[in-house]
């Protein structure tokens, strides 16, 4: 088991030992993928072990498309949209990570059908992105972070240490989220979920602004069949490779 303790921590604390290694500590580690692949999961996971911040971009562009529902924010006007952006603020509870959107918490209503059935369009405004992307960079400049998303690796940190792309299948990706959804007390259909995760893989896949891909040196971990400790331990085996 890959473990690191306080113990392990050297007199500059941004280093590790590691199974008897000096590593450097202070990496930023990307993972892409597409929905319900268990990104969050794995970058939670990481994070923690590694003491690590962790980012979750996608809650950031639904904490976006929740405020632009509630302020019913034409998404075709960009007038609009740049008005609105101005003096939005997106941010997380320390601790445990629940998205903040001007100050309040909105973790489970982010998670609620009409964001996710309107998250997608959103992402693929230029003016969205544009406004959201420095701010994703500047929480990782100083390194010591696991950030998850759709273009980290390939847009928002293409010289990342460690970039993951994670798959799984269709099926279990949608039975991953009908049981999240579920979890949460969200009243769905398995073929609403099935749709809705359909529709963003094409629109995240063909947009024109950053679209979801494979970065050329990102590792592929396969999420359709492993358990959950051997899906993070996979994660832990590229996190050791780091040099």
Same mark, same amino acid.
């Given at each position: ?76 006007? @960009? $007038?609009?949209? *740049? %008005? ?13 990570? =629940? &998205?903040? +959107? ?36 500047? @929480? $990782?400049?100083? *390194? %010591? ?13 293409? =010289? &990342?240490? +460690? ?81």
């Amino acid at each position: 088991m890959y473990k690191i303790t306080s113990s392990d921590r050297c007199h500059d604390s941004s280093y590790y030992w590691i199974n008897g290694n000096l590593r450097n500590m202070s990496h930023t580690i990307a993972i892409d993928g597409y929905s319900a692949c268990g990104k969050s999961t794995l970058a939670k996971a990481l994070a923690k072990r590694l003491g690590y911040r962790f980012i979750d971009t996608g809650a950031m562009y639904r904490m976006i498309t929740l405020y632009f529902l509630r302020e019913n924010v034409d998404i075709k006007n @960009m $007038g609009a949209v *740049g %008005g609105a952006l101005e003096g939005l603020t997106v941010d997380f509870v320390p601790g445990n990570n =629940d &998205a903040l +959107l001007n100050g309040e918490n909105v973790e489970t209503e982010i998670r609620g059908g009409a964001v996710s059935g309107m998250v997608s369009p959103v992402a693929t405004i230029s003016a969205v992105r544009r406004w959201i992307v420095p701010q994703q960079r500047e @929480m $990782g400049k100083a *390194g %010591g972070i696991v950030m998850d998303g759709r273009d980290i690796g390939t847009v928002v940190f293409p =010289d &990342a240490d +460690l970039k993951l792309f994670v798959t799984a299948s269709m099926d279990i990706r949608t039975n991953r989220r009908l049981a999240e959804l579920e979890a949460k007390g969200i009243t769905t259909t398995r073929e609403e979920v099935a749709t809705n995760l359909a529709t963003r893989d094409h629109i995240d896949s063909s947009r024109e602004d950053s679209p979801l891909r494979q970065a050329e040196d990102a590792i592929v971990v396969d999420n359709s069949a492993l358990s959950l400790e051997a899906f993070i331990e996979a994660g832990m085996d590229e996190v050791k490779k780091i040099r």
